[in-house]
């Protein structure tokens, strides 16, 4: 017996919904992407990846969030409507929710937990995820990885001798450098 941490399947692009989502989207900005439920207990993490965006056009870096996921929390939903106000598009249809696995490909860069942080790594993304306590999602890179892996690369993801200048440093580095990106995705 083995065990294999979040064994995921081969991902299938669906081009049809990615144009769709990329019709109604800035066309010349660096994509951040986050799948997954929207609930009291996920809120912190497209909350924490809102605020990411939100700073990075402040660097005069183009970036914009998509936010897939099942409304499962009105509270959480509403929270997210009315904070997550520019360059932001959410998305709780369920022609976007299903398999939403296969819309991955969209995205510069994926904020993940669990499973979802698996299946967008496995098909080369830069991954960031979330972070207890923290304004910003964490930059997931070699120095890192075994100790967000122990909690699943999940909301309670934490790391000793953690600095957000540095974490949000390295985020525009990647942002801003094809070649710093290629070192973190593909």
Same mark, same amino acid.
């Given at each position: 017996? @083995?065990?294999? +941490? ?5 991902? #299938?692009?669906?081009? $049809? %919904?990615?144009? $769709? ?14 799948? &997954? %439920? ?5 809120? =912190?993490?497209?909350? =924490? ?19 897939? &996921?099942? +409304?499962?929390?009105? &509270? ?38 669990? %499973? &979802? ?12 995820? +979330? ?12 120095? #890192?990885? =075994? $100790?967000?892996?122990?909690? #699943? ?6 790391? $000793? #001798? ?6 949000? %440093? ?13 070192? @973190?995705?593909?």
């Amino acid at each position: 017996f @083995y065990c294999i +941490p979040n064994r995921v399947s081969r991902i #299938n692009a669906d081009e $049809e %919904r990615i144009n $769709e989502i990329k019709s109604i989207m800035p066309h010349d900005a660096i994509i951040f992407l986050r799948i &997954g %439920r929207l609930n009291t207990a996920y809120l =912190q993490t497209v909350l =924490q990846s809102y605020r990411l965006v939100v700073h990075l056009n402040t660097l005069n870096i183009r970036a914009f969030l998509v936010c897939i &996921g099942v +409304p499962e929390s009105k &509270g959480a939903t509403s929270k997210i409507s009315e904070i997550c106000t520019r360059n932001t598009l959410v998305l709780t249809e369920k022609k976007f929710t299903d398999d939403a696995s296969k819309l991955i490909e969209i995205a510069d860069f994926v904020i993940g937990t669990g %499973r &979802g942080f698996m299946e967008a790594s496995s098909v080369g993304k830069v991954m960031l995820t +979330p972070l207890a306590g923290m304004p910003h999602p964490v930059l997931v890179d070699e120095s #890192n990885f =075994q $100790e967000l892996m122990s909690s #699943n690369f999940s909301p309670r993801n934490t790391l $000793e #001798n953690f600095s957000n200048c540095e974490n949000l %440093r390295k985020i525009t580095a990647v942002c801003n450098s094809n070649v710093e990106r290629s070192m @973190y995705g593909k």
